[in-house]
């Protein structure tokens, strides 16, 4: 069976009858070319990815798609729940309190992150490192095949504050639950154990520090007063601290306030001051030396190295052969192979001992700078409330000071000497305090701990999900999105010819008309669809009688009698035009129209007209037949056919031999006009020897199905071989859209 040129996309109606029918005289006059205007534009006719285009796309492989989707959908779904291992959460309850809790002195809190910062405490490298070294986690599927474990755990270990509580929830999931109660409670127990040891060496400095100023500032108040009491034995005659102990001065001090809020002020600095550095000698004392089993993480790091591993291997094996060597040689000591082999381990030993150095130190830097790092955030802070602290005691000072030089001067050997007790006395009272925060802090160390543990984690009893039907959804959604999605993106490379503004863009021409899609036949009772599809043909035949009267009508075409119809490939409807085009001329001319069926390798024209394909036109060429005999003149009155006939030479030969031109020079003194079907540009090259032969080509494209650039490439073709191709025809338009946007205009029969 031959190829039909209109098929799949445009199935043909042509029968002999209906041929005979649109053959006949039309009652009503060509209608005005409102398909046929090349200045209408397509809405979107970009080759960007337009709603237009993506839904061109999806309807044109929507049948292939779909399926292939589901199946994707269904496929993914099941490799997801083939794959899926149930996750077991196991939680700890950590209770942080707002405010620390007290014996005797409440302590306000001094730190409002102070709950982020045991978060952060507890996905510390200080806090994990040990968990999972310890012996009863190192070796659990979860962490076996980690190659940096302590980065892995801190990913995988969920810290979340429940709600407005004092609560934190330490989280681990796993596929195990007793393996994940196991990892969270180690975790939970460590952080506890570091925190009691860091508070508690904290605290202890802080009181050293305290205690040595105080003996300090014991020296200092005491020369004070044997100075004060010298000079006012000297001025005054009397002991000025006798009332003084036994219950107050002679009259009160007239600086007592200010004087009270300059000593809170400096013993608060003291204390902060006192707190930071202890802080800054902590690393000494508790830093990097308190990380336990220093030494042998250290080792166990050198023993896990590749390299040393390598060298060790390397030389264990040398160190047997040697051995062997020995046992076997006469004289070790003068044996080349033996010396050979000792001096090779040697220099291995001096690699090994060097290499384990020089990752010794590495490891070390490198916890000595995690060490570091954890005491950052909490200096600062401790830096920023010692520079608040001073600035509100200077301020306090300079006012203080301020006060004094206002004091009457009348009376002032009498208030200097009140102002240096007051001095002794708020010197004193700094003392007092000072050793009254010692005593707070040695009470409240024996306090309950701000960071207690509510409740441990436990072995979960059920999966946090027992069946991924989120994760099933989202496979199945992207399994079936994937077809449309690949398709879009072929549509989006082979660019197909989607409306006649994307025609016109690519081939420079004017779209004259825009073919409507033959009906299909259908199985359906006659009464059902007769109506329908009577319409459909009217629309078909209008589309193609707009094309025509483009051609009859166009000033540059008034003197052109043949017209070659062409296309860049096969299954572009390109015959089917030819055919309708030259019923249409008969019938609106009523001269006599010859149809040529120039593509000689696959005809189709002899069978659209049900004639015999011989005689026809390539014997004509090859002078076998004369050109009257070939020619069928009983199909129509006015429409006669020349059919392709039976190719047994190259094509090549029969249109390059001058003899084309001949018939049509023939033809057109016989014939009103004459339409060349050609063979597909790209196909086969004597369909450029054709359309040079016409006066004007005509280049079809069906909406959908052609390529962008293989029309643009048939279209510069045509016009490097001199052709001259005058316009451009989209073929395959349905019947819905073309009546949509040029409507129904009926005419009436008698």
Known sequence: MSRRDDEPHQPTF???????????????????????????????????????????????????????????????????????????????WIQVRETPPALVFQVESQSKGYVETQKEMIRSARVLRPVVDSANIRNLPELSECEDRVSWLQDQIKLASVGQSEFLGVEFGGPDPENAA???????????????????????????????????????????????????????????????????????????????????????????EAELKALEELPAQVGYPQVKNADEKISKA???????????????????????????????????????????????????????????????????????AERENELARKTLEIESGRRMEQALRERYESEMKKVLP??????????????????????????????????????????????????????????????????GVVGFCLPFVLVVGFERMVRRIGDAGQLEKETNLTVIGEIARLPERTRKPRAATSNRTAQKLRLYEESIDSMRTFLVLAEDLKYAKVFAVTSATGHEGKTSVAAQLALSLARASGKPTLLIDGDMREPDLHEVFEVARTPGLAEVLAGDCELESAIVPSWSPHVFLLPAGEL??????????????????????????????????????????????????????????????QVRNACERLVAAGCRPVAAVLNGVSPQGYGYRYGHYEHATS
Request: glycine letters at 4%; proline letters at 5%.
């Open 302 to 372: 050198l023993q896990e190295n590749m390299e040393i591993r390598t060298l060790d291997y390397q030389i264990l094996t040398n160190q047997t052969k040697l051995r062997q060597m020995v046992g076997v040689s006469a004289d070790p000591s003068r044996d080349r192979r033996c010396l050979e082999l000792s001096n090779e381990i040697s220099r291995d030993q001096k690699q090994l001992g060097e290499l384990k150095k020089t990752l010794e130190e590495k490891c070390r830097a490198e916890l000595q700078k995690t060490a570091a």
């Open 410 to 475: 009348g009376i002032a050997d009498m208030v200097n000497l009140e102002f240096e007790q007051a001095e002794l006395a708020r010197a004193t009272d700094v003392l007092n305090r000072i050793e009254q925060r010692m005593v707070e802090l040695r009470t409240e160390r024996q306090a309950p701990a701000r960071v207690a543990l509510y409740d441990a984690a436990l072995p979960p009893q059920a999966p946090v999900e027992a069946v991924p039907y989120a994760r099933m959804g989202l496979a």
């Open 14 to 92: 042509i029968t002999p009858a209906t041929n005979r029918a649109l053959a006949a005289p039309s009652s009503a006059a060509p209608r005005p070319m409102a398909a046929t205007s090349g200045a209408r534009r397509s809405v979107d006719s970009r080759q960007g990815m337009s709603p237009q285009f993506v839904l061109r796309s999806l309807r044109h492989w929507w049948m292939v798609a779909a399926p292939v989707g589901l199946a994707l959908a269904v496929a993914g779904a099941g490799v997801v729940w083939w794959l899926f291992e149930p996750i077991y959460l196991a939680k700890a």
């Open 182 to 272: 196991t990892i969270v409670n180690a975790v939970v127990a460590q952080y506890f154990s570091l925190l009691a040891e860091v508070n508690d060496e904290r605290v202890t400095r802080v009181i050293a520090l305290l205690d040595r100023e105080v003996t300090t500032r014991k020296g200092d108040v005491e020369q004070r007063r044997q100075a004060i009491q010298t000079k006012a034995i000297t001025e005054t005659g009397k002991d000025p601290f006798t009332k003084t102990l036994q219950g107050g001065a002679t009259w009160p001090h007239p600086l007592a306030e200010l004087q009270n809020k300059l000593t809170v002020a400096e013993v608060e600095r003291e204390v902060l």
């Open 648 to 709: 047994k030479t190259s094509p090549h030969q029969l249109v390059g031999n001058g003899a084309l031109r001949s018939v049509l020079e023939r033809t057109s003194r016989t014939y009103g006009y004459i339409v060349l079907d050609t063979p597909p540009i790209l196909s086969a090259a004597e369909s450029l020897v054709l359309a040079k032969a016409a006066d004007a080509s005509l280049i079809c494209a069906m909406q959908d199905v052609s390529r962008a650039g």
